[in-house]
């Protein structure tokens, strides 16, 4: 990595551990930045998937919005290089936090399923098709 794109990245890192909480200006700063620096685009997914697993539970919901808000303002090549890991950080995310979170996450789950006026979904099916069968377990095992 260069110095240019080392100072970008880390940039990119320390704004991104601001993200405690549901802040929108953090988040459009996040996505400006991904915007405008697309050959970082592999650092930056790096970065909010290191820190989705990494943070508290009740931090995970705010790096997801930053995700979120990336793919649907910036898109390719971001949606591609989420869509690898989605459905495990998903997951994971899902089994750790509360009740309130979950359902924030399964409402924003919904969103990526038609996102835009394309009508086509946000991410690789795939990824969409594991969230939603974990989904509809997750949401038998609770009526259990």
Known sequence: MDHDTEVIVK??????????????PIITTLTKLAEENISCAQYFVDAIE????????????YAFYALD??????????????????FNLYKRTYLLVDNT?????????????????????LFEGSALEKIEQFLIKASAAALE
């Open 101 to 121: 979170t979950r359902t924030k996450l399964i409402n924003m789950f919904k969103l990526w399923l038609n996102p835009n006026d394309t009508g086509l979904p």
């Open 50 to 61: 290191s820190r989705i697993e990494k943070c508290m539970p009740k931090q995970k919901l």
């Open 69 to 86: 808000s990336i793919c649907k303002n910036v898109g390719s090549p971001y949606t591609i290089y989420f869509s690898r890991n989605l």
């Open 11 to 24: 940039d990119f890192n320390s704004i991104l551990e601001e993200l405690t909480f549901n802040s929108r």
